[in-house]
């Protein structure tokens, strides 16, 4: 059963088709580089894929679920990483890792035992974790909003440009991230202008362009000329 | 084994876990509003401040404080209310929160429940504060505790429920600060109306049945908070 398929799929944002029929199937244990200009519909796939948006018309199915009707219940094996960290300024890191966990209804004592293993595992120092999100770094948000989704062991990644704002260290914590997630039984879909870096990790590169799949390519990403 | 190496989902229907979502969400709005002291440091000052103003406008001998107290008490819960409610609204906007909690597997009804009871205890603090100033500032006695205390706390739950509810319709139009104060004030004109009179009986200022006033404040209460309970995911979701 694919993980996500989707069948000329239309998504709006307001009025403006942001999807204009997409056809895409992604199998379990694959890993996606979806790539294409600023505009070009990107993100709204991954929203869409995550079940924040629901499709005007055509079909639309992320693990077995229908996302016209079954958004929440497919949003439950979902992670997404968008370009918000969805972190509350004002929580410690600790506190905002126990609520995220406790949100995807861990008990306490899973809750905690997973956090501070996902901390460790994005490299978020033990130092850092009684502090204020809003005294880190753009790079350390960056790693305890993945050490957040790492806490929920989601079936399905969707990371929108992860390698944002991240040093080199953390790019690689990305790199070995999506690895693993992948070696775990999962299926990785990343969204990123770090062309060979992804493709470094991704035999299948989707090209988007004015809201459409125009390219899907199983194979070894080719370097732009010139580039 | 890395961290990533089992899979975990969470039963759609459990009415315990359903309770303990609504106090994490409770208890995050409350940590927050604790850390942050906006409430202590702000909205309580401003209560206060509208209090006291209040009292120098009318330029007002005891008498004319007594008749105007329960109103001007209300007036001024109403307003700092707003604050409070723009706050808790805001918390979901920052940094791609509200996605992250759409995304979380929470249950809609328990994010509505969990932050209405957020706003609904800072509202009881603040109401217990402004009964202080009434005491102190207006020099009113409090005749009936009991009512007093059972109108404040349905006010206080209608204003958290229907607050809660308008601060997300308000956050999503994208015009919160300047749209929430219109919205929301027609809607709790009977919850100031309501509770004014149940305030003039607790105080012994007028000749009112407040127990029937307070009986109005509960289905009022009721109502915000089931119209709430359904609206709320609608918003969120949409």
Known sequence: MPVVELRGTVALLGNFPALAGVDLTIRAGETVLVRGPNGAGKTTLLRLCAGLIRPESGSATVLGHDLTVERRTARRQVALLGHANGLYDDLTVAQNMRFWARAAGLSSGEASQRTASALDYLGVAGRLHDQPVHTLSAGQRRRVSLAALVVRRPELWLLDEPHAGLDQAGRDVVDALVSDAVAAGGTVVVSSHEMERVAALSPRVVTVSGGMVVDDTAGEYERPAGG | ?238
């Open chain 2, 1 to 238: 084994m890395t961290p990533l190496a089992s899979m975990s989902g969470r039963p759609v229907v459990d009415v315990r876990r359903f309770l303990v979502d609504v106090r994490l969400v409770a208890g995050r709005d409350l940590w927050i509003e604790a850390r942050s002291r906006v409430v202590v440091a702000q909205v309580v000052p401003f209560a206060l401040l509208v209090l006291i103003l209040f009292g120098f406008a009318l330029d007002a001998d005891q008498r004319t404080l007594d008749t105007f107290a329960p109103g001007l008490f209300w007036v001024a819960v109403l307003f700092s209310a707003l604050l409070a409610v723009h706050r808790s609204a805001r918390l979901e906007q920052s940094d791609g929160t509200l996605d992250a909690l759409r995304m979380s597997g929470l249950a809609p009804l328990a994010l509505f429940l969990g932050k209405a009871t957020a706003v609904f205890v800072q509202l009881l603090a603040l109401e217990a504060v402004l009964v202080g100033g009434l005491l102190v500032f207006y020099g009113v006695e409090v005749e009936d505790p009991v009512l007093l205390i059972v109108a404040g706390v349905l006010a206080g739950a209608t204003v958290a429920s229907a607050g809660t509810l308008y601060g997300a319709l308000a956050s999503g139009l994208g015009v919160r600060e300047t749209l929430l104060p219109i919205l929301l004030l027609p809607v709790l004109a009977p919850v100031l109306i309501s509770a004014t009179r149940a305030f003039d009986d607790a105080l012994g200022v007028a000749a009112v049945d407040g127990w029937a006033w307070t009986g109005l404040l509960a289905a009022t209460a009721l109502v915000a908070t089931v119209v709430g309970a359904l609206a709320h995911g609608v918003l969120i979701e949409d």
